[in-house]
């Protein structure tokens, strides 16, 4: 329903009430028509209210390496998402946290309140490896319930653990999954396999899984999951970047994805931010990311 809602209210539509309109008939009519238009605007207000939208970005030792003026790029790519997942946030150096405060601060000056939290740093046995997340919205979208928390139960089984948020949208809550799993090379399916307890450790959330993966959708550690009533927003969508760019193949594998409940929530729309076409080079732009951004809009049932 909300998307064709919307749809309708494309100029065209608008333009074609004002041009067609009889009127001859509209004396009589014009009360209704009046009302119709007020009952569509009222319908339309509540879909926006009931729905959001959520990026998810890999930025690729996100920290003291990233320039003022990188920042403030991403600030421009993702403002007018209501809530970003940073990945791939430094862990050992102070400037890992700081830059998080950095992107809200650009974010603020765009025109918008954004507000952000930071995780502890991952409990992963390989010091260099442990990351932190983030997560950055707008207060005027969403409501930050209680304290985000890293999972505890599985951070023995799972390197960089997730990193959890409860969010309230109008009516309804979604608890958003923050996760980076460990490279292709070592086999992200070890750690992966562990998110099938997650519903059943948190029967009362409403979770959507967002982040890096390192595994295509079509990967059968997923199968618990889907039969869940879990689906992948993204089918074979590839998400990231090849440092050399022959032309227009410069996406490599399908790794960035959301996973949502199919019982609770439906997804509206979905894209990539092809963010490198800004730059002159792929090496430039690897040093904003070698990721793209994700980005879904997502309603409740």
């Known amino acids: 329903m909300i998307k064709t809602l919307r749809s309708l209210l ?23 028509f009046i009302s119709c238009l007020a009952i569509l605007s009222a319908l339309i207000t509540q879909a926006q209210q009931n729905s959001f939208t959520v990026a998810s970005w890999n930025l690729k030792d996100f920290g003291r390496s990233k320039s003022d003026e990188e920042i403030e790029f991403i600030a421009k790519t ?8 940073i990945q791939e946030v430094v862990a050992k150096d102070p400037a890992g946290a700081q830059a998080v405060g950095r992107l809200g601060e650009a974010l603020n000056r765009l025109g918008t309140k954004w507000d952000y939290r930071v995780s502890d740093i991952s409990s992963g046995e390989n010091s260099y490896k442990r990351e932190r997340y983030a997560f950055l919205w707008k207060p005027s979208k969403l409501q930050l319930l209680g304290r985000p928390w890293l999972e505890t139960k599985f951070n023995a089984e799972i390197n960089r653990e997730p990193f959890f948020a409860t969010f309230v949208i109008a009516s309804d809550t979604v608890t958003l999954v923050n996760f980076h799993a460990i490279t ?34 079509s990967h059968t550690v997923f199968n618990p999951l889907k039969g869940m009533g879990y689906a992948p927003v993204f089918m074979d969508q590839k998400t990231t970047l090849k440092k050399n760019c022959p ?9 960035d994805n959301f996973y ?10 979905s894209a990539t931010i092809h963010f490198y076409r800004e730059f002159e ?8 990311s070698d990721h793209l951004p994700i980005v879904a809009e997502f309603g409740f049932e």
């Open 247 to 255: 032309g227009e193949k410069c996406l490599s594998e399908p790794f």
């Open 184 to 217: 292709k090379a070592k086999q992200p399916e070890t750690e992966v396999k562990y998110f099938k307890f997650l519903p059943a450790e948190y029967p009362t959330l409403n979770l959507l899984f967002c982040g890096d993966f390192n595994l295509p959708q």
């Open 281 to 288: 080079s792929m090496e430039e732009a690897y040093l904003v």
């Open 10 to 32: 494309m100029p065209p539509w608008l333009v074609f009430l004002t041009n067609h309109f009889d009127y001859t008939m509209g004396n009589k009519l014009r009360p209704l």
């Open 78 to 85: 993702i403002q007018n998402v209501d809530v970003l997942l």
């Open 260 to 269: 949502f409940n199919t019982r609770k929530m439906t997804a509206l729309s």
